[in-house]
């Protein structure tokens, strides 16, 4: 499976963006994940195949949404209200099995929130 991140880019504090994630294959599970400069890759959210179940850490919830498409085989990540801390390498991931890890990521797409 082949993932494609896009549509990051500089925005204000309060500002909005949506990230998309192509996918090239089935998948089951999606999931965005960001890395600070500096610091570990941290888990944003996920959603199952059907769209149905979504989770979110703590950090975003109540502002970032996370969609998916399945006849576009594309997830997206609506940000809203993003705060200077959001600014991270933003990356999409993907499993093909209801058990484990996630085995396939996309590229990055960078997300720049000016104060």
């Known amino acids: 499976v082949q993932l494609q991140a896009s549509g990051g880019g500089l925005v204000q504090a309060g500002g909005s963006l949506r990230l998309s994630c192509a996918a090239a294959g089935r998948t089951f599970a999606m999931a965005w994940f960001r890395q600070a400069p500096g610091k570990e890759r941290e888990f944003v959210g996920s959603?199952?195949?059907?769209?149905?179940?979504?989770y979110y850490a703590d950090s975003v919830k109540g502002r970032f949404t996370i969609s998916r498409d399945n006849a576009k085989n594309t997830m997206y990540l609506q940000m809203n209200n993003l705060k200077p801390e959001d600014r991270a390498v933003y990356y999409c991931?993907?499993?093909?099995?209801?058990?484990?890890?996630?085995?396939?990521w996309g590229q990055g797409t960078q997300v720049t929130v000016s104060s």
């Open positions: 991931a993907a499993k093909t099995r209801t058990w484990g890890g996630y085995e396939y």
């Open positions: 959603i199952n195949w059907s769209g149905g179940s979504t």
